[in-house]
């Protein structure tokens, strides 16, 4: 059982960073693919990234270059640091975790977070 706990979230203007922290309860954390995805109000949640136990990432298109997934497994936490914002990057974001090696669909995460709202004005 694994419990994800997000936080950093809040409202930016266009061009700033954020980092995103999720928190994570379980003695297994290091093997899980841990992923960020997000969602926009009447879209569909949306895959930004992933974590590897291995510590290799995997980026959706629209955020490479911006976005950094990194995870401390001392202290059981994955993080997303996203610089140079947009507006379409406002969503509400959570991770994830999975027992896969590399998930990067919804329905192979089995645990969640309960998500953060990133809002970027132009």
């Known amino acids: 059982q694994v419990q994800l706990v997000e936080s950093g979230g809040g409202l930016v203007q266009a061009g700033d960073s954020l980092r995103l922290s999720c928190a994570a309860s379980?003695?297994?954390?290091?093997?899980?693919?841990m992923g960020w995805f997000r969602q926009a109000p009447g879209k569909d949640r949306e895959f930004v990234g992933a974590?590897?136990?291995?510590?290799?990432?995997h980026y959706v298109d629209s955020v490479k270059g911006r976005f950094t997934i990194s995870r401390d497994n001392a202290k059981t936490t994955v993080y997303l640091q996203m610089n140079s914002l947009k507006p379409e990057d406002t969503a509400v974001y959570y991770c994830?975790?999975?027992?896969?090696?590399?998930?990067?669909?919804?329905?192979?995460?089995?645990?969640w977070g309960q998500g953060t709202q990133v809002t970027v004005s132009s």
């Open positions: 994830a975790a999975s027992r896969q090696d590399l998930a990067w669909v919804p329905g192979d995460y089995g645990y």
């Open positions: 974590i590897r136990w291995s510590g290799s990432t």
């Open positions: 379980g003695r297994t954390f290091s093997s899980y693919c």
